[in-house]
């Protein structure tokens, strides 16, 4: 009978789904503490890199508040202290590339100066947008040290938009999205400094 | 009848390769094979999940009706795959962060499906284990090939970034063949993949036609 067919092909397939969740689920159950624990380590590494380790004491990674931006949109930011005291915060900004966002990581002292930046991830073009990346070039590095008034607001551009920025030959849209975005992040910064730096 | 598995081995590494003869898994092949670390590196890990998943079916062919056969083989290779992400991300990390935004492409890749079809649904465990295992490193020396002829073209290098992938004592392995002006970018840009590849596959045809083969159209037995 059809019906009597379909019932036992739906038992095999049922059992089939039954017995593999099983093994999803013991598989997750073995993983989960060392999956979470290789997550933590890889933000505090991204930390590292954007707050001098010499200028906190405790775990920014686990030391997070979240705010909302003028859009609505949630951010995560963490906080570095030294003997309890807010020494700078980091959190991630996003940009528009050539080829899709751009995620970048700010760490920012209390008075707003840039103590390093960036990119967490990217879809750019090899070999042309991705000097944008630390590993292929030194560009991302030159941002560290400045501010929002340093350079003044208009020159936060790329030279080719009269800025001060370098472009890259071939490549001007991936810059001047990551300029765009760390500009960006340092005017949420100036809106939110009191919550930033004053929260407990 | 006893199982020729000089066969099975020499259909998977050459005669039936999954890439070059057969044409299968074009998606992880293009994205993936931009240098020749990062195709060995998608190579193995699809071979792992092959092994896992043709000695799976081949365990219960038996239980497997014909009715529901795809849904169960791609029930099985989603879960080796997930299986796969988890252990990786968890006990082999710095491997994971070079390799785990492709691990779910493996679901993609048509390969693993048509060798359960074709193989291991009528073949006892060991074989289709063997089929697996070797289907598997055809396609992991098909993308390191491929890899390779890109990774020079386009970057000038050669296996660039392997001792992350295999760790620090491999650091030996990474070359510059051609300085950095002399390259052409767009090897390494998706024109490239398709270019490298049908390249390639002529140049096999071209191996096989000369030792005298028999040439066997794409796909030939590779489908039931």
Redesign the interface.
Known sequence: MTSQ?TL??AM??GA??CG?GM??AF??L??AE??VA?AL??RQNSLSQVIPPTLYDNNPATDSAVLKNENGQEITIYRARKAGKITGVAYEVRGVGYAGEIKIMLGVNPEGTLLGVRVVSHKE????GDRIEEKKSGWILGFAGLSLDNPPVGKWKVKKDGGQFDQFSGATITPRGVVGAIRNGLEFFAMHQKEMIEVQ | MATNYNRIIRDGLWDNNGVFSMLLGMCPTMAMTTSATNGFGMGLATALVMAASSLLVALFRDQITQEVRIPVYILIVAAMVTVVDLTMNAWMHELYKVLGLFIPLIVSNCLPLARLEAFAAKESVLPSLIDGIFMGLGFTLALTIIGAVREITGSGTLFADASLLLGPAFKVMEMRILPEDTTVLMMILPPGGFIATGFLVVVKRMIDLRSGKDIQMAGAHSVG
């Open positions: 067919r036992t092909h095999i397939l089939f789904c593999f093994l999803l598989t997750d073995l993983t060392a999956v290789r380590e890889d073009t090899p070999g042309l």
